[in-house]
């Protein structure tokens, strides 16, 4: 049987217990600095009992009104000290206006005033001292722990000798239980070279590594550097992986948003981590303004862009947040996940179907959305050329139905989700996207409400995406299949492309077309080997890579934006927006959409796909081979 351990609320009897001691030590010890015990002290003592039972009697209720008595001080720190501060010093204010009042009654006949101020003084050093010899005993125990058990640990390297890697090792330190040690930085800024933190020392700068590697026996790697761009992390993985050194990583910056920096966030080096680039500022008060005390609503909130644009909306503060999917697995996992990171935030969980229009005006009436952001929509590309009529109803006539009824509800705010390949689409998934894109550009154009556009690349790690894919191939024992060597697509991952929208959103005024800056297109090849590396792998000799071929219709490269026109820079250096409009808008653009909707209904897919192709700049739908379902593009 277990021994049961004390509990918090017992070890804070005995803290009050040692506080009435304390404070009758504090008034003595008081009276003694000020009279140094000579004919004075004798000559005042006699009512030092009074002042005595009015400090046991108010300190602490004091003290337990600023909660002094319902805090674990073995985890004491600088903001416990703030509240002992002001606990003490509301507690000797409240006695001296008491004792001030007993002299003038004339309780208390003599009195030296001075002894307040000396009671104070003492009495922050007594209650400060107790408590925080509780935190210094459990450091000292984890300290003693820490040293019979130094020689089972991993000795850890870590990297980045910023706030992240300094918590990183703080936690290390107060949870021997993860086995790890730390006994060591590399940081690049020469100031903190053989300084330490926390008793770890700067051994060195990242250059370094490899050599303190073979210098020194180190278990593990940690990257604890949530801004370090693609090139660090890589250069640290590939020396790692020469040296056969286990390694792992901190999140990037936008992953942890919302989030805090911790050991529980150590992970795997992923392929998200190579494509890091080095984040961009954010203008905090125009987001604030966008979205702060508004009520929010995402359709496809289940979805991996949907449920990304949850979490970070969360963090500005909204109202009220709706949650709009069709799938009731999803939905019910992102709540549970919003529900533990913001406990305080009303959310709305809507199972609702986009192409229902009955069922979006009463969402739309009895939550009345200030801000909407539409991500709901299909994207599998493959799946979409079998299923046609699909791909109209869900992702032209649900856009059409959401901007119908942002318009009639007042929505202030409406942003819609897009993709490179509405850009002279080769397959109905990007032309549907396009013409979802003209309905949200001419409804800001009829009403002058501030409706736009984000257009982006792929994204890592969602749904349907190539990454798993490869994912499942490798762990299949290969081949990872590619259908050219030169394939090229952007990338980016989820948690950044859903931070530049939120930025963009609170940028546009209306009709505006906005383009994130994926960067570089990356070989798919390359994005292939990568994963089998980090799979701890090697390409061509434990993996093979086999190349099927290019589909006719398929493009080697995306485009963010059509020939002919232009781009402008906005103030965010990572968002552009796309000069000039579609031609096909107004009356003209209702009547196409009506006629498409009509034959995807009547179940026509020649006819959706011919007119795709007549009314999208450069479409070439047709073009496309019969699709194969287990490919990605």
Not at 544 to 573: A, Q
Request: proline share 5%; aromatic share 6%.
């Amino acid at each position: 049987m277990q021994r049961m351990k004390i509990h918090p609320a017992i070890r804070n009897r005995y803290i009050l217990m040692g506080d009435l001691l304390l404070i009758i030590v504090a008034i003595l010890g008081s009276y003694a600095l000020r009279l140094e015990l000579g004919p004075l002290f004798y000559f005042y003592i006699p009512w030092a009992p009074i002042i005595v039972i009015v400090s046991l009697l108010l300190k602490p209720i004091v003290y337990y009104l600023f909660g002094l008595y319902r805090r674990i001080w073995t985890y004491a720190s600088t903001q416990e000290l703030k509240i002992i501060l002001a606990a003490v010093t509301t507690a000797s204010l409240v006695i001296s206006i008491v004792i001030i009042a007993m002299v003038q009654m004339g309780i208390i006949v003599r009195f030296p005033r001075a002894i307040l101020g000396i009671d104070w003084l003492l009495s922050l050093i007594f209650v400060g001292g107790l408590r925080f010899t509780f935190r210094l005993l459990a450091e000292n125990r984890i300290s003693a722990g820490r040293g019979r058990r130094i020689k089972q640990a991993k000795q850890v390297l870590i990297i980045g000798a910023g706030d992240a890697g300094a918590l990183v090792v703080k936690e290390l330190q107060k949870n021997p239980q993860v086995n790890m040690q730390p006994v060591g930085f590399l940081d690049d800024d020469p100031s903190k070279l053989k300084h330490q933190i926390y008793g770890v020392p700067v051994i060195g700068a990242l250059s370094d590594l490899a050599r303190i590697l073979d210098l020194r026996a180190i278990d593990e790697v940690v990257i604890a550097i949530p801004t370090a761009t693609g090139r660090v992390i890589r250069m640290a993985a590939d020396v790692c992986r020469l040296k056969g050194i286990p390694f792992r990583t901190m999140p990037g910056i936008y992953e942890l948003l919302g989030g805090r920096v911790s050991v529980n966030r150590l992970r795997e080096v992923d392929i998200a981590d190579l494509l890091r680039r080095e984040p961009a500022k954010i203008n905090e008060e125009m987001i604030g303004a966008s979205l702060n005390g508004k009520v929010v609503l995402v359709t496809g909130a289940g979805g991996s862009i949907g449920r990304e644009l949850c979490r970070q909306i969360a963090r500005w503060g909204p109202a009220e947040l709706v949650l709009l999917g069709h799938g009731e697995n999803s939905i019910f996992e992102a709540l549970i996940e919003l529900q533990e990171g913001f406990p305080s935030l009303p959310l709305r969980p809507i199972i609702a179907d986009i192409r229902d229009m009955p069922r979006l005006k009463w969402i739309f009436n009895t939550h009345r959305p200030q801000v909407v952001f539409h991500a709901a929509a299909h994207k599998h590309v493959p799946l979409m050329e079998i299923n046609i009529e699909e791909a109209i109803t869900n992702n032209v006539l649900g856009t059409l139905n959401v901007v119908e009824i942002s318009l009639a509800s007042c929505v202030q705010r409406l942003v819609m989700i897009s993709t490179d390949k509405a850009i002279r689409p080769a397959n109905v998934m990007g032309a549907t996207k396009r013409m979802a894109e003209m309905l949200v550009l001419d409804a800001a154009k009829r009403s002058g409400k501030a409706f736009s556009v984000v257009r982006f690349g792929n994204v890592l790690g969602s749904r349907g995406s190539v990454v798993p894919l490869f994912k499942r191939q490798i762990a299949r024992g290969g081949p990872v299949t590619l259908t050219h060597p030169d394939m090229r697509r952007y990338f980016m991952t989820i948690p950044e492309a859903v931070h530049l929208v939120l930025q963009a959103s609170s940028m546009g005024q209306g009709g505006e077309t906005f383009v994130l800056n994926m960067g570089q297109q990356i070989r798919i090849l390359d994005l292939a080997e990568d994963l089998i590396r980090l799979s701890g792998l090697e390409p061509g000799r434990d993996i093979e890579i086999v190349f099927t071929g290019i589909r006719p219709g398929e493009k080697l490269s995306e485009d963010l934006w059509d020939e002919g026109y232009s781009f402008i820079r906005t103030p965010h250096p990572d968002i552009l927006r796309i000069g000039g409009q579609d031609t096909l808008n107004g009356e003209a653009l209702q009547k196409t959409i009506n006629k498409l909707i009509q034959i995807a209904q009547s179940g026509d897919s020649a006819a959706v796909v011919t007119l795709l192709d007549e009314i999208i700049p450069g479409s070439a739908v047709r073009s496309m081979p019969p699709p194969e379902i287990t490919s990605i593009e």
